[in-house]
């Protein structure tokens, strides 16, 4: 069965302290992974996608990796503006289909 | 350009009503999709549509709810008999095809069954 856990679900950073967001996921072919921003009362924006392992992707202060079991989402330097929480989703070519499984996400809080 | 809309933001239904939530997608997109959050969790994908294919309701979670997209454009997601395990958000996203395509998500309609 598709699964995808994230970790951790929440992190509190001081502005300007580097850290990583982890998404494992278990699918029997990825067709793509992909991590979204959800702010408060929002719905979810979306930052990237990853196709294969070794595949790196940047955007401002974030790069997403990907590994054949997970995928990182790495924040440097973090701004209090980036505080939100972070969702990872998975599309599994097997499955035949064209939905997404997400992750619980994890909630960031950088502190000015 | 708009993005995607849902209406109504916000609804609190009494337990056993039907209710019927509305998106209005990105113009053009083909592959619309309705998810669930609730409270501190992820989204729980519902049902899919792709252009003038079969929709895919695998993730349904009773015969409560359905959804229909006229058109290829609007799409309702009715809940009938409602319940209070029911309340949560309901989020529609839509994209230019399925497959890896960005998805545009709406902000949702907050459904409260008391």
């Known amino acids: 069965e598709d699964q995808v856990t994230q970790s951790p679900e929440a992190l509190r950073l001081q502005e300007g302290e580097s850290s990583s967001l982890n998404c494992s996921y278990t699918?029997?072919?990825?067709?793509?992974l992909f991590w979204y921003r959800q702010d408060p009362g929002k719905g979810p924006e979306f930052l990237f996608t990853?196709?294969?392992a070794g595949e790196e992707k940047e955007k401002e202060r974030l790069k997403a990796t990907l590994t054949k079991k997970e995928s990182f989402l790495h924040i440097t330097a973090p701004k209090p503006e980036d505080s939100a929480t972070y969702l990872c989703?998975?599309?599994?070519?097997?499955?035949?289909?064209?939905?997404?499984?997400f992750g619980t996400g994890t909630r960031l809080k950088v502190l000015a | 350009g708009a993005g995607v809309s849902q209406s109504p933001s916000n609804k609190v239904t009494e337990k056993g009503k039907d209710v019927e939530l509305r998106c209005d997608p990105i113009s053009g997109h083909t592959a619309l999709y309705w998810y669930r959050q609730s409270l501190g969790q992820g989204l729980e994908f519902l049902i899919y549509f792709q252009g003038n294919s079969a929709p895919d309701k695998s993730g349904l979670p009773s015969d409560r709810f359905s959804a229909e997209r006229t058109g290829g454009s609007v799409s309702t997601l009715t809940i009938q008999r409602t319940q209070q395990e029911d309340s949560a958000v309901y989020l529609c996203?839509?994209?230019?095809?399925?497959?890896?395509?960005?998805?545009?998500f709406g902000p949702g309609t907050r459904l409260t069954v008391t």
């Open positions: 996203a839509s994209s230019q095809m399925t497959g890896t395509y960005e998805q545009y």
């Open positions: 990853l196709y294969s």
């Open positions: 699918v029997s072919g990825l067709r793509g």
């Open positions: 989703a998975v599309q599994d070519i097997a499955s035949g289909t064209y939905k997404y499984i």
